[in-house]
């Protein structure tokens, strides 16, 4: 695993209008949540209970590692990147192959390898490509987004599992407005595909996705800015451009070449021009 931004630093235009505190769950645990709250410039508390009245979110250090905790309980309970266990650990083992959806809108089976993950989020799409065998930078334009994702990535990579530690060392992690990591790349930089999840609203009755959905909202705002993010994009892919959208959503732009869908979701292909294709 390799990390691009080593000190934390936001990017100027991230959009977050919710307060934030870090706090440490127990004593031994004080000095990483100082560390943190100075590499984010975020207010430090020790006791849960004195914030729960001010801010609108927790970035709690534990021994389970980074979580964010809405102080509503109505939106819910704590929110962690944990690539070892839970949803996202049963991915990797049922992923099921290059036959699902997502892997056939990436055109894995055409041996297409680098990803730039652009709206890398807790990480989930990119380390399930990466399970599938490509080589994966995710990118991430929230600070504690992006403190999260880090820090699944070092437990993952600390696990006692050979499979799992080769599946993090495929994926890399670039603080930054993906758009600006786009148009600031070389023709020899460009991956094969790059990948855009629009942050579509959920439907139905899963709670997980809609207190997740709700969470990243607080931090990082409503995309709208995911028709530039597709252009810079569509101007750098080698090969194609995919985008995530609720399976009955209306495409993010014209010139869809093909879509594939899941039950819930949409992968929508944006082929690459003949010039980047000849690349």
Do not use: W
């Amino acid at each position: 695993m390799s990390v691009a931004a080593l000190a934390i630093e936001p990017p100027a235009n991230s959009p977050t209008s919710h307060s934030v505190a870090v706090v440490a769950e127990e004593v031994p645990f004080r000095d990483r949540a100082g560390e943190l709250a100075d590499e984010l410039h975020l207010p430090l508390f020790e006791i849960v209970a004195a914030t729960r009245h001010s801010f609108d979110l927790l970035l709690t250090v534990g021994a389970v590692g980074l979580a964010i905790v809405p102080t509503d309980s109505a939106i819910g309970g704590a929110v962690r990147v944990d690539f070892v266990r839970g949803p996202t650990a049963f991915r990797r083992l049922a992923a099921g192959g290059r036959r699902q959806p997502l892997a056939l809108a990436m055109g894995m089976k055409r041996g297409y390898s680098t990803v730039l993950d652009a709206t890398a989020g807790l990480g989930r799409d990119a380390f399930l490509l990466a399970c599938l065998g490509c080589r994966v930078t995710a990118v991430e334009r929230s600070a504690i987004f992006f403190a999260m994702l880090r820090d699944g990535l070092a437990r993952a990579r600390s696990a006692d599992d050979a499979k799992l530690r080769a599946v993090v060392d495929r994926m890399s992690l670039h603080l930054g407005d993906s758009r600006d990591v786009l148009r600031a790349m070389t023709i020899e930089d460009a991956p094969d595909v790059v990948y855009i999840d629009t942050m579509y609203e959920p439907r139905g009755k899963s709670a997980l996705a809609k207190k997740e959905m709700r969470i990243c909202r607080m931090l990082v705002g409503d995309d709208g800015d995911a028709f530039e993010l597709l252009d810079a994009a569509r101007a750098v892919a080698r090969h194609r451009v995919v985008v995530k959208r609720h399976r009955k959503a209306e495409p993010l732009a014209p010139g869809v070449s093909v879509s594939h869908a899941g039950r819930v979701v949409r992968y929508d292909v944006y082929l690459a021009s003949p010039p980047r294709r000849s690349v």
